[in-house]
DNA sequence: GGCAGAGTGTGGCTTAGGCGACAGATCGTG
DNA sequence: CACGATCTGTCGCCTAAGCCACACTCTGCC
């Protein structure tokens, strides 16, 4: 399964397509693997040879059309930045917003989705960063750090704090929410919890620093 | 090539509305068989599987579009009738002269392919009027007419009148033409040359008849 | 319980479509 | 004129997609 054959990408693309305007009929517990063939003129079989089961459709619907809007205000020749930075976390809070609005899984019979959903936007996020972060140097004089994990608290950060401003996105707006995020990720929360920042594990934490809680 | 085969037929279908598309942004003669199958996504190789070669195409695209639109107003479960007849000049006058209004042949570099479309158009609307045809049980008493010959002589006359009238149409409107045309049709040119109606060549024509010029 | 109907995965065989390469056309340009 | 560039048809080889059929699993219903 040659993902440069023109045929591959077609058919993944006509599956994609069909299961999305399924969607807008038919919750997702009502789509038949039958539905998704038939709609995107594909026969079953061909089907399966593209994805595991159903799930597995869903979870490249989700991440494609995540990706693509990440890649759409982001695209990847552009090096990993504050600003940039910054223009992340506003794509991932809106995105995360739109995508609790509507869609498919505010249907009631859809509800139990959301886990695996939101299990794949987290993922997608992960990589995204990841690839950016694999391309910046590493900082001198300070301790090394994987950019794996940079890439993990930084995506689970964007994306929790995405979920939290879509259930309660009137408090404030979504430049501001990203203003916040983006300092307390950027400085670190020593500002906010009142230690001094750049505590390395064999530095003296000044007062009871992280063990405060 | 089996027509049944949704490869075939889908394949078909992009290509066509390739082409389609492409003919909204440049001339017929500026498109290129290379142009058509990369916009279709589909390889040169099969386009030449599909047409003889760009003129295949654009016959294909112009009978293709003709017939869905016959068969829009005319679902061919419907039997012929007087009142189906006036539908479908109606269609053909209106299509003819929206036909000659926008769209491809228009641009001054491709006016040389407007025989090969009209041609196109009448040998459609020829087929489409002689399925119709042979439901119609032959009439008895009357000389009998093969079907071909009626099919011939109407689409011609309507496709002639269609062009006529995509010239002239500010003179009366689609209904009025129609209304004539059906008269003349339907009743022959007895009363308008005024010779007795119903002649067969082995009767005596009324006055000098058809001769009389 | 049993049975009919609809959906699911899977396998074997057939065929349309993708790929690369080829020999000609056609055409603008030095 | 020759040249490079671009497009055209065509061919052989390979692979994805279609088709049919089978053995399940559910689910509703008598």
């Known amino acids: 399964m040659n993902e440069s054959d023109p045929r ?16 807008t009929e038919k919750s997702f517990h009502a789509i038949s ?10 026969n079953r079989a061909t089907f399966y040879a593209h994805f595991e089961d159903k799930y597995g459709l869903l979870d490249s619907f989700v991440g494609d059309a995540f990706k693509e809007a990440l890649e759409h205000r982001l695209p990847s020749d552009m090096a990993f ?9 506003v794509t991932v809070l809106e995105y995360v917003a739109q995508f609790n609005g509507r869609c498919a ?30 391309e910046v140097p590493p900082a001198e004089g300070a301790e090394p750090i994987a950019p794996e994990t940079t890439a993990t608290v930084l995506s689970w950060a964007i994306f929790g704090a995405g979920l939290d401003w879509a259930r309660y996105s009137d408090v404030d707006t979504v430049e501001d929410r990203a203003r916040q995020l983006l300092a307390l990720l950027i400085g670190g929360t020593a500002s906010v919890l009142n230690v001094s920042p750049r505590a390395p594990a064999s530095a003296t934490p000044t007062r009871e620093a992280v063990g405060a809680r």
């Open 8 to 23: 591959v990408r077609r058919t993944r693309k006509l599956l994609i397509e069909a299961f999305g305007a399924l969607l």
């Open 33 to 42: 693997v039958q539905d998704v063939a038939e709609r995107a003129t594909v």
């Open 81 to 89: 930045s504050v600003r940039h930075l910054r223009i992340l976390i």
């Open 105 to 134: 899984s505010q249907r009631a019979t859809d509800r139990d989705l959301e886990p695996l959903i939101q299990s794949k936007l987290q993922s997608v996020l992960h990589a995204f960063l990841l690839g950016w972060l694999q």
